[in-house]
């Protein structure tokens, strides 16, 4: 096999409560999110012979080919996002755990890094698909999840999204994600909009003792009252007003875009909320500015 391609999709976290401990394979999340229709799509091929491949990606052929003959020179895996070459200590350390071939990683993404739409986990479960396909290693989908989620609580980029991109859906977790168990909330196929301003680095945020304590204590008041709503009541409109409350009270809503663009959506009748982690919005009406979404049920897969 000459490549091999993944797609896994964005994640939007509304509410997380921050279980992070010295082992980073006991180490995660709880808290509440949902998978979108975008996402990222990783293709992966051997590092030899693979200067077409570099071509495809970026037309400026001379540079290319000097950064390909350094790499193979420094023994580097080479990854590109959206054409860009990058340093991507997540998606990385997924190779080095599955394999000691370099190899060279194309990200092509719906989204940014940074902004809340679990883009570092998107990518690092996509790759860890990819490669194992590519490489025949035969490891199971669960494994190769966990591989992800460990290499990105390793290098501070996330703690729950690779959990949801793994299973997929509208997902309430009320144990910490390195499990792998979560409730499914029946909602999908449901449009949302959202407009991102700028990025929130999660490490500065999960790192921050001060800033994890008041997190914490309000992700579980507000998973709390997740919990009691009945089935009638799950809905959009209603989980939407949740996330809001947590985003206030952990103190993490307090970016002035965000908040005039919450304001403004509210005017309209609208159910807004910040995303975690970005300083980005998520609303069920259109707003100015604002990208629709859906909904989705459907994890990280082959292509």
Known sequence: MYSAKAFAP??????FVIKKTKNPAKSGS?????TVNKGVLVTIKKLTNNQKFIKKINNNIKSNKK?????KKNHKNIIYFNN?????????????????EKVAVSIKSDFPLGVGFGISGASALATAYALNNLLNLKRPKK????????AEVENSTGLGDVVNQYFGGFLAKYESSYKFKANNIPIKNKAVYCKYFSPIETKKV?????MKNKINKSGIKSLNKLKLLNHNRINLKNVIRISKEFSINSGLL???KVLDAIKNIEKN?????????????FSDIGFKGSRKLIIKDKGAYLL
């Open 254 to 256: 307090k970016n002035k």
């Open 10 to 15: 964005g994640n939007i976290s509304c509410i």
């Open 269 to 281: 009748n609208g159910n807004a909320s910040m995303i975690m982690l970005g300083n980005a919005v």
């Open 30 to 34: 709880l808290g509440m999110g949902f």
């Open 143 to 150: 494994e190769l999840a966990m591989i992800a989620h460990i």
């Open 67 to 71: 950064i390909i003959n350094n790499d």
């Open 84 to 100: 860009k070459k990058i340093d991507f200590p997540t998606v990385n350390s997924v190779i080095e755990k599955l394999t000691n």
């Open 206 to 210: 999960i790192s921050n003792e001060k």
